[in-house]
């Protein structure tokens, strides 16, 4: 990245600062100094905070069972990130588990400092959103083996409009996970896997290809970051569950794709069983590398709060490592005392697939999962999430909520959030109906901060959109459909039109 630095600062500023030859055509002008290529950050970047000689300038990270998390108990047993293992030896998850002790070595403001510092700089391969938090994701990965494409730093918007008319909030914040490389927050996981894949294979451990079960968002982010790093990606999908902007992401970053004739759970458990059998890297949830880039998206909202916690973040479920994710990111940023304490957490599903919500619902008495039925908020239809223990364990330590949305709710929340300016997609309309729910009973306050997590692109989703608004939605009214008026080119017909429309108002 060294050679892309052109300029260094003072260089800059003096070449800036001459008078132009143009002005002083008369004189005899000295030849152009010699502007020589250092790694020294670019003029718009500030300078790097930097550790004290005393402290270690190294950190770690490995794979411990995820059981020893959620008891707080230690273990022996631990592997390495370069180790191709996805359970541990009982068969249950794992969790990635960094040297806190080490990191602990550096105060809350040098982490702060150095986490702004590397916002919005073009500085390989810190400008990303996951990889300005590199220390805090995969400390020991060479820069060279990372495959990113800036993705995070998306924006977390004021929601005033929507949270004032229909929520009576003042203080209602959206980020938008969406506004990435592919349009989902899947995209900050599979950065960190895929580089990790690039990295083991430069080490010629013998993999041939990444592959993942998905219900769209999942295999998108894994094409294109596979394609960028020149490996095979193979992508198993849910026949007709997804919609064809999803499905033509895979396509076009050539991937190879397999249409099958089950749900995603089915599609889940197919691949499992390859993996076990083929040198393909699992990229699924179940592979606890993921959640460490999704975590960012965690801190980067302490970040754009000025480092302020907000009383509750709001989140829809599907396959449930996301949550765990948020979680996580919060938690760390509290225990290296960034904050002093972490938000409230809601994990909202839809109602057609809600097993989270049904254990919850009994007290966390028996976890069953169900058979998902077809819901608009495809990416999260998961009847046997394999994150359920990591979803409830971030749960009971956030003093933690579960609420559903039917799918009428979810489509009139996601035509409400439009009406007022965002074009978001059912999953956020989950979340937002929720969050209407939750408001209703009180749960959540009028001046309470609160953000709601947007995790795709409302525009993989415009045939839903374009069902709701024909009103084509079999048993749903679509009661905020806005239909296109039709008339005749004819302008006494159209003023009639449009003074109808202005009398509305």
């Known amino acids: ?44 970047s500030p300078p790097l905070p930097q550790p004290s000689p005393s402290l270690p300038t190294t950190f770690s990270a490995k794979y411990v069972p995820f059981t020893s ?12 990130l370069d180790d191709v293992v996805y359970r541990s030896r009982d068969g249950g998850l794992l969790d990635v588990q960094h040297d806190m002790d080490a990191l602990k070595q550096y105060d809350a403001v040098y982490w702060k400092s150095l986490f702004d510092s590397r916002v919005g700089t073009t500085r390989w ?21 990372i495959i990113s494409a800036f993705e995070g730093n998306s924006n977390l918007f004021w929601a005033e409009r929507f949270g004032k ?53 999942t295999s998108a982010a894994l094409s294109a970051y596979c394609a960028a790093a020149n490996i095979p990606s193979i992508v198993f999908l849910p026949a007709n569950r997804i919609s064809m902007a999803q499905l033509v992401q895979p396509i076009a970053n050539g991937a190879f794709v397999l249409s099958i004739d089950t749900d995603f759970d089915g599609c ?56 765990y994710a948020f979680y996580k990111g919060f938690k760390m940023c509290e225990e290296l005392g960034l904050v002093d304490k972490i938000p409230r957490l809601v994990c909202a599903q839809a109602e057609n697939a809600n097993p989270l919500f049904q254990y919850y619902r009994s007290g966390w008495k028996e976890f069953k999962p169900v058979k998902a039925n077809t819901t608009f908020a495809s990416a999260i239809q998961i009847g046997d999430p394999v994150s359920i223990d ?7 330590n956030s003093n933690g909520i579960v609420e ?14 439009d009406s007022t300016g965002m074009f978001i997609c059912p999953h956020t309309g989950v979340a937002l109906s929720a969050l209407m729910k939750l408001r209703r009973n009180g749960i959540i306050s009028p001046t309470d901060r609160t953000v709601v997590v947007s995790t795709a692109h409302g525009l993989k989703f415009t045939q839903a959109k374009i069902e709701y608004h024909s009103g084509g939605i079999k048993e749903m009214d679509c009661r905020f459909a806005n239909p296109p008026d039709s008339v005749k080119a004819d302008f006494g017909l159209v003023m009639d039109e449009l003074k109808n429309f202005l009398s509305r108002r």
């Open 390 to 396: 990591r979803a409830v364990f971030a749960l009971k």
């Open 165 to 217: 008319k229909f929520l009576g909030m003042n203080d209602l914040w959206v980020k938008h996970c969406g506004i990435s490389h592919t349009g989902s927050f899947k995209d900050l996981g599979m950065t960190v896997l895929v580089s990790q894949v690039n990295r083991l294979r430069k080490m010629n451990r013998p993999l041939v290809g990444v592959g993942c079960a998905s219900t769209g968002d």
């Open 125 to 145: 391969p810190y400008g990303s959103g996951v990889w300005s938090k590199k220390e805090w994701v995969l400390p020991e990965i060479d820069n060279d083996d």
């Open 268 to 323: 889940m458990k197919l691949i499992r069983q390859i993996t076990a059998e083929l040198p393909i890297y699992l990229a699924n949830s179940l592979n606890s590398l993921r959640l460490e880039g999704q975590k960012t998206a965690a801190i980067e909202i302490l970040q754009q709060f000025d480092w302020e916690v907000p009383d509750c973040v709001i989140i829809p479920g599907g396959n449930l490592g996301n949550i």
């Open 404 to 417: 559903e949305a039917t799918e009428e709710e979810l489509m009139d929340a996601m035509a409400l959030a």
């Open 69 to 80: 998390i959620s008891t707080n108990t230690p273990t022996p047993e631990s592997y390495s």
């Open 1 to 44: 990245m060294a050679s892309t630095q052109l300029l260094n600062s003072s260089s800059l500023l003096s070449k800036s600062s001459s008078p132009s030859p143009r002005h002083h055509r008369h004189r005899h002008l000295k030849p152009p100094q010699t502007i020589t290529c250092t790694a020294t950050p670019s003029i718009t």
